[in-house]
């Protein structure tokens, strides 16, 4: 299967802890973001990066949260200190070329906080 | 802030009517993505529309980018239970004071088709 894969696809954690997500885009994409998705809702973006690059962040994102794409490949979302609000999934998707291209989503890793 | 905004949030149809999904953004958009995602799965990208007044179909779906490229719908004709899921549309929106640009999604639209 050569599309985004992102692991573990479900997460549950007790409030306070820290949780760390990974998604593998798809090899040739240089560009990779980060959504958080909750029932009823579209894909809310988090971040995004450019190769290895982190160009945008959503305001909305506390300092709890922080993303790497240490070699332009793989991308890391860490969460530390997880609230209950945190709870929904949280969606990797990839693109190739230009910035408003089609983004190919992952299945997303489902996170769940008691 | 931009916003983009799609009605209805659901629809429930009989398999064979036809329906349409409409997205509408407070400001002018460069350009509309729509994506699929099916229950329990992730979105899927149905198709990008760039131009004013485009119009673009795939089988029974029908595309449109309003003049002023603020707002979109998504027709879909005789629908069939393969059809269930939710459809979003994507407007990309440069991102506050930058170069860069975020994709803005709306809250979707979940059809749900009776057989």
């Known amino acids: 299967d050569t599309g985004v894969s992102q692991n573990p696809r479900h997460k549950i954690t007790k409030r306070g802890q820290n949780v760390t997500f990974r998604c593998d885009p798809i090899?040739?994409?240089?560009?990779l973001y980060w959504y958080r998705q909750t029932l009823g809702q579209g894909p809310e973006f988090l971040t995004y990066?450019?190769?290895?690059?982190?160009?945008?962040k959503s305001r909305l994102l506390s300092d709890r949260f922080s993303a790497e794409r240490p070699k332009g490949s793989f991308s890391t979302l860490e969460i530390q200190r997880t609230e209950q609000g945190d709870s929904a999934m949280y969606l990797c998707?990839?693109?190739?070329?230009?910035?408003?291209?089609?983004?190919?989503f992952g299945p997303g890793t489902r996170l769940t906080v008691t | 802030g931009q916003q983009v905004m799609q009605i209805p949030q659901y629809q429930h149809v009989q398999e064979g009517e036809d329906f349409t999904t409409y997205c509408n953004s407070s400001?002018?958009?460069?350009?509309i993505q729509w994506y699929k995602q099916r229950p329990g799965g992730h979105p899927v990208f149905l198709i990008q529309?760039?131009?004013?007044?485009e119009v673009k179909k795939q089988k029974r779906l029908t595309f449109q980018f309003g003049e002023a490229k603020k707002n979109s719908s998504l027709h879909i004709t005789a629908t069939q239970t393969t059809d269930v899921g939710t459809y979003f549309c994507a407007g990309w929106v440069r991102y506050s004071g930058g170069s860069n640009y975020k994709l803005t999604f709306g809250k979707g639209t979940l059809l749900t088709v009776n057989p």
């Open positions: 090899s040739e994409h240089n560009r």
């Open positions: 998707a990839s693109s190739f070329g230009a910035s408003t291209y089609e983004q190919y």
């Open positions: 529309l760039v131009k004013s007044g």
């Open positions: 990066f450019q190769n290895e690059a982190q160009l945008e």
């Open positions: 400001t002018t958009l460069s350009n």
